[in-house]
């Protein structure tokens, strides 16, 4: 078979057209997509940066807030200098508390030696008992 | 003397008939204009030998031939007939290329899958001239101007015909600089030649580590017969673009795309026994590969100029021819074609965005015809 009757009997119109129209469209949509990619990109990074502020912003309320209390590098020699270091963690502790919970506040705040300058506070009756196990801040 | 006399009949000068010689003959052709002319050299030279190396008269059934089980030519030609090759080479040809300039102006994309009109006619020229559907799509890929998509369709259509198609194939990608030119001349003004492309923009590292995997989702969800091609050609690229695999990227691009360029040109060339390639369906295939080549190519300037009716910012008409998938060479005449007219106007870098289109429109054309036949 020959000319038109063979390209017919091989359906050859609708591959070549169809075929056409596949490759076109493909490259059209890359296209389309490739053209858009940079506004995407730039779109993203829009937000990302928006959202990293905004984490930033909150991030430094809460360090200014944590910097309302300051930290000692050492424990202070003077005890009535280590309750004032203190007093600021009392604040968020309701009165009477227990000593455990002053001691992993004190932890994670990263103050040093809590153990032993609790017990100092109890000794110099900073820390006042107030029966059942619980105690009350008393700074002189 | 009767042992002598065996000898002799078993010789290659024994056994030789014209269409080794002929064969012979093209193969120095092909050195030829590789070597003194420097027409791809890189192909045409393994083509040129493997041809000569093929063409050698051997007496059949000692396992020395291409086309005969066994044969260390034979094992290496299954790269070849098993499609491995073809995708080795676009590993290499995707951790080459770079797409910034297509990624700056995208719309020139389109010239890319404008040029593959000329697979589209092709396949209607092979019907009509009696080659069967899939012998049809395997010559009509040769429009895609893309050597080693050609073979690799040719392998899962119509592998009998891997060697006339390849060799026609290549031959028409040497001969761009003589097939491109007059036809570029004769369907754009001296004003249209001489339009300069406005800069680019500046591509983000971003969309280029982005767009092999946008790529490889879109074209081989598209056409999932171009996987072998296309998920190759855009994994080169991401190793490429991602810069965390330096070595692999330089690998890729030198020892492994060197690699199965050697063996995919020489048994190539090899497969062109005279027996088998000279008949007249070579012939018939040579002629319908210029016919591709040279349709690919005007259709490609034609939509550029159609295009421009609708552009503020007009493209430059030659870009079009680009839109071949022959890297570098189709870019590198769309450059020079330019210069000709107006030497400050540089095309190259527009000229390779519409190539490496080219690459990906003509592997996508593999894939559907592949699937509409398969």
Not at chain 1, 67 to 72: G, K, M, N, S
Not at chain 2, 276 to 293: D, E, N, Y
């Given at each position: ?140 | ?290 016919v591709a080549f040279s349709i690919a190519t005007a259709s490609g300037v034609i939509f550029a100029k159609i295009m421009n009716l609708f552009l503020k910012d007009k493209i430059n008409p030659l870009l079009g021819a680009a839109g071949v998938s022959a890297v570098p060479g189709s870019a590198r005449e769309v450059h020079l074609v330019g210069q000709e007219e107006d030497p400050t106007n540089y095309l190259l870098m527009h000229a390779m965005a519409c190539n490496s289109s080219g690459v990906i429109g003509s592997a996508i054309c593999a894939g559907i015809l592949w699937s509409f036949l398969?």
């Amino acid at each position: 078979m020959y000319g038109l009757e063979a390209i017919n009997a091989a359906n050859g119109w609708a591959m070549a057209y169809t075929g056409a129209i596949i490759v076109f469209l493909g490259l059209v949509v890359l296209s389309f997509v490739v053209s858009q990619l940079h506004r995407i990109l730039s779109f993203w990074e829009n937000f990302i940066s928006k959202f990293n502020q905004n984490h930033q912003t909150e991030q430094t309320d809460e360090m200014q807030g944590e910097d309302t209390f300051l930290v000692p590098h050492l424990v202070p020699s003077d005890i009535n200098e280590a309750a004032s270091y203190y007093s600021h963690l009392i604040e968020d502790l309701d009165q009477p508390f227990e000593l455990t919970k002053l001691y992993e506040i004190s932890q994670q705040k990263g103050f040093p030696h809590p153990h032993i300058t609790i017990s100092n506070f109890r000794q110099a009756n900073i820390l006042v008992p107030a029966g059942d196990g619980l105690f009350t801040w008393s700074q002189p | 003397m009767e042992l002598l006399i065996q000898f002799l009949t078993n010789t290659g000068y024994y056994l030789a008939d014209f269409r080794n010689v002929i064969m012979l003959f093209v193969g120095f052709i092909f050195i030829y204009l590789a070597t003194a002319k420097k027409y791809e050299p890189l192909l045409l030279v393994p083509i040129g030998f493997g041809i000569l190396v093929g063409n050698v008269p051997f007496f059949k059934g000692f396992g020395l031939g291409i086309y005969e089980s066994n044969s260390v030519l034979h094992y290496l030609y299954f790269g070849v007939t098993s499609g491995l090759y073809p995708s080795i080479v676009f590993l290499g040809l995707g951790a080459m290329t770079d797409f910034s300039s297509l990624l700056a102006r995208p719309k020139l994309m389109l010239l890319g899958a404008a040029a593959q009109m000329g697979i589209f006619f092709t396949l209607l020229s092979a019907l009509a001239l009696g080659f069967l559907p899939k012998e049809a799509a395997s010559i009509a890929i040769i429009g895609g101007a893309d050597g080693p998509t050609s073979i690799f369709l040719t392998a899962k259509l119509a592998p009998h015909l891997i060697g006339p198609i390849a060799i026609a194939a290549y031959s028409y990608m040497a001969l761009i600089p003589v097939i491109q030119p007059p036809i570029m001349r004769l369907l754009t003004t001296h004003k249209e030649r001489v339009i300069h492309m406005s800069e680019p923009r500046e591509v983000s590292k971003k969309e280029l580590v982005i767009f092999p995997v946008v790529g490889v989702i879109l074209c081989c969800f598209l056409a999932p017969a171009s996987i072998p091609l296309l998920g190759t050609f855009f994994f080169g690229n991401f190793m490429k673009e991602c810069d965390v695999t330096g070595r692999l990227v330089i690998t890729a691009r030198t020892a492994i795309i060197d690699i199965a360029t050697i063996f995919l040109g020489f048994t190539v060339g090899a497969s062109t026994q005279g027996d088998v390639f000279l008949t007249g369906k070579s012939v018939g295939i040579f002629c319908l590969g210029a016919v591709a080549f040279s349709i690919a190519t005007a259709s490609g300037v034609i939509f550029a100029k159609i295009m421009n009716l609708f552009l503020k910012d007009k493209i430059n008409p030659l870009l079009g021819a680009a839109g071949v998938s022959a890297v570098p060479g189709s870019a590198r005449e769309v450059h020079l074609v330019g210069q000709e007219e107006d030497p400050t106007n540089y095309l190259l870098m527009h000229a390779m965005a519409c190539n490496s289109s080219g690459v990906i429109g003509s592997a996508i054309c593999a894939g559907i015809l592949w699937s509409f036949l398969v």
